[in-house]
């Protein structure tokens, strides 16, 4: 209630910085169980291109490369709650991430404050594209049954 979710990253530090890991948010429902099974060279974020404007988490590239994540955009990705790390990266941002909220100021960081960060330093990081659907998050009770209801509508046909 407190604290944001750069505490969270801070917790599993240890086992981030020990192999190759996903981070996944706690809201999402992943439509296909191949999607996060696919072979990946590169650390990055998960994301779906949204033409127009956007308010929300948003990734800037250049030459296929993040360089920077934050909120609002235009004609951009747009971060969907999955981000995949190869070891040596993932060590990298959960021993940026310990330090952080060693300062009481930063706990109301979100993580991603912090890769944004480490992009802007060199941090070499990716998209991973993916389609309308493939990832859904379900912020409130409505987007739950909109979700249901597409999946109940799925099976009926």
Not at 83 to 100: L, M, N, P, Q
Request: proline content about 2%; charged content about 30%.
């Amino acid at each position: 209630a407190t604290k944001n979710n750069i505490n969270s990253i801070a917790v599993v530090a240890e086992a981030m910085a020990s192999a190759d890991c996903f981070v996944c948010e706690a809201d999402l429902y992943v439509a296909s169980r191949e999607l996060l099974c696919r072979p990946l060279e590169r650390s990055g974020y998960f994301a779906r291109f949204v033409p127009g404007h956007s308010d929300d988490w948003v990734f800037e590239t250049q030459d296929g490369r993040i360089t920077r994540v934050g909120k609002v955009g235009d004609d951009c990705f747009n971060m969907v709650g999955v981000s995949y790390f190869k070891r040596t990266d993932a060590a990298r941002i959960a021993e940026a991430v310990k330090a952080a909220v060693a300062k009481p100021e930063n706990a109301q960081l979100f993580w991603d404050d912090i890769v944004d960060r480490l992009c802007r330093e060199g941090l070499d990081l990716g998209i991973h594209e993916i389609k309308d659907g493939e990832i859904v998050e379900c912020d409130t009770v409505d987007d739950l049954k909109a979700l249901e209801r597409r999946l109940t509508e799925g099976r009926d046909k």
